[in-house]
């Protein structure tokens, strides 16, 4: 994975610059775990497991069976998955935004895929939440989401019950986009939003909010604001520096968590031998 974003700067120099180096030992983070599934009341036999179910569409970049995924592919996510999980374990985080600088960098795939690896650990109830209602990309990423949503509970036309979707694949739900009939920003902009979230909290280990890009709206800074933890996909050959250097220097150093170089040709050798970085979706 040694290509350069676009002309001029490296996947690894960015990732080497801002990921975090804690070196938590992968047993420490299991035994944590194990002892928030024991304190937490609401688990298997929680809420929404009676909720309508859905289907998670089976595309060729989906990993919904890891037989068929793409090995890097999943070596990636399985990757990614760890590395946030260590962060949540020290810093206590559960919800995190994904995004990108501009569209089509593949945050919707990112977030999608990330929370199938969460949902295939042991008791990790995961919630999955399309917040970019403009183009509702991770709802298509789901078989006959048709339903109230997200947009219909910030509005008060339907409850988290109605809303939210259970899916064919264990622990993992879905908050689709529903049916925007006002502006997204300012259904974002009350208190309906950050409440939503601090209620998800009490029932999820872990919430991943596929958000609007940085640019060129606004939508993305009060959506991620509710949130405690940012990462930013970056996809190979598309954007730009000056772009990528104009998004990160908004972004609180503090709640960036990390950067997903996505869509990056992958060598055996290359691979192997950058740890720092979260590529290929």
Known sequence: ?????????????????????????????????????????KTEDGPFQ?????????????????????????????????????????????SIAI???IPGEGKSLTTMNLGLCYAHLPE??????????????????LEKAN??????????????????????QKNLFVLP??????????????????????????????????TPPMLPLVDFEVISAACEGVVVVVRAHYGRRETLKQTSSSLDPKRLLGVVFNAAEVHGSDYASYPNHYGNG
């Open 1 to 41: 994975m040694s290509k350069y974003f676009n002309e001029t700067i490296k996947a690894n120099d960015w990732a080497l610059k801002n990921l975090p180096k804690d070196q938590m030992d992968v047993k420490e983070v299991l035994e944590s775990l194990k002892r928030q599934s024991q304190e937490e009341t």
């Open 50 to 94: 009676d909720c309508r179910m859905v289907q998670v569409g089976n595309g060729a970049r989906l990993i919904v069976d890891h037989s068929n995924a793409s090995k890097a592919a999943l070596e990636a996510y399985r990757q990614l998955r760890t590395r946030l999980v260590r962060l949540q374990v020290k810093k206590g985080l559960k």
């Open 99 to 101: 995004t990108s600088s």
């Open 124 to 141: 990790e109830r995961t919630l999955v939440i399309d917040a970019d209602l403009r183009t509702g990309g991770l709802t298509s990423l």
């Open 147 to 168: 339903g109230p949503g997200l947009a219909d509970v910030l509005a008060g036309k339907a409850t988290l019950d109605e809303a939210i979707v259970s899916t064919n």
């Open 177 to 210: 986009a529903g049916a925007v009939s006002t502006s997204p920003l300012e259904l974002f902009s009350g208190p309906a939003w950050q409440a939503l979230l601090e209620q998800c909290g009490g029932m999820f280990k872990v919430i991943l909010v596929d």
